[in-house]
């Protein structure tokens, strides 16, 4: 059973409200400007919704704002394509890449990452994420 009380302590929750700074800065919704194939975006959560939509105004948008308006604009909340997938991969390595320090910091982790939100005392596991976070893993020294 996850305790968002561990968070930090036996775990690592990539999270935008997550308790860590890393998890909250490996979040889709973090601030972390990139270049990718496609160009210029602010955050992943913009890219990701960019991905269905081409909308334009996403690629300045981050955390909810980027979330809020990718739905506003009926732009898909998940897209289980393998294209999608290996974008939205290719992204989370530039963003890395663009933040060493960040990246040494994931090398050197010794604890596991998931992916939960927290609704007051209530935990929501978000098993179609686990991709990303397997992703994550991935970038550890072993």
Not at 29 to 52: K, M, Q
């Amino acid at each position: 059973m996850i305790r968002p009380s561990e968070d930090g302590i036996t775990h690592i929750n990539v999270y935008s409200k997550g308790k860590t700074d890393l998890g909250r800065f490996l979040s889709n919704f973090a601030y972390a400007p990139i270049e990718t194939e496609d160009g210029h975006f602010d955050s992943i959560e913009g890219y990701w919704y960019w991905l269905s939509s081409k909308d334009d105004a996403l690629r300045y948008k981050s955390g909810w704002e980027a979330k809020r308006y990718g739905r506003s604009i009926n732009a898909k909340d998940w897209l289980d394509k393998d294209e999608f997938k290996d974008k939205i991969r290719n992204a989370i390595k530039i963003k890395l890449e663009t933040h060493p320090d960040r990246l040494e910091e994931l090398k050197q982790l010794q604890l596991p990452f998931t992916h939960y939100y927290v609704y007051g005392d209530k935990v929501k596991n978000v098993p179609s994420a686990w991709w990303i976070v397997d992703y994550l893993e991935s970038f550890k020294e072993k």
